[in-house]
């Protein structure tokens, strides 16, 4: 169910409930056997603003959900204030109908693991292409905040 506090001055759902925020127009046709398209590449680094050292930072990308169109990294550790190294470089493709899901997982340091819901997606455009997106978690309000070139992004982070 909608949370009606995270619609956006347009009456729309705040991303992290499957709603794009700013539709591409591009993106109009897909291929049967796979994205029809330009490929795009863009570096990902998680930005810890958790309140403590996070240890098994886990970062996935996939586009259109597709576990054949998939990239992951897993950091050990990452200290407060301070961003993953090195980033985790994401291919998607622009052109075509699809977006980018993200998946997150972390151990906060009195061990509980946190995570995202699985079909979270922040979709990437052309303008993103071989720039840097940022991946803030905050412990205070228990969200992932995506920040691109293009879009921003943010999902609920709740103990697994």
């Not at 819901?117 to 840097?132: M, V």
């Not at 997106?133 to 905050?138: A, G, L, T």
Request: charged fraction near 15%; include cysteine; proline fraction near 4%.
């Amino acid at each position: 169910m909608c949370n009606h506090t995270r619609l956006g001055a347009d009456g729309r759902p705040l991303s992290g409930f499957d709603t794009r925020l700013d539709p591409d127009t591009t993106r109009a046709t897909v291929k049967v056997d796979g994205p029809l398209s330009t490929q795009q590449t863009a570096n990902c680094v998680v930005v810890n603003q958790w309140g403590a050292t996070l240890t098994n930072v886990t970062l996935r990308h996939r586009y259109s959900n597709n576990p054949n169109y998939q990239q992951q990294t897993t950091w050990g550790s990452i200290a407060q204030n301070a961003t993953s190294s090195p980033p985790l470089q994401v291919i998607y493709w622009t052109g075509a109908v699809g977006h980018d899901y993200w998946w997150i997982q972390f151990e906060d340091d009195a061990g509980k693991i946190w995570t995202c819901k699985q079909n979270f997606y922040c979709t990437l455009s052309t303008a993103d292409a071989n720039t840097t997106v940022y991946f803030f978690v905050n412990g205070a309000s228990e969200e992932m905040r995506v920040q691109a070139t293009s879009t921003s992004c943010d999902v609920s982070l709740y103990e697994s």
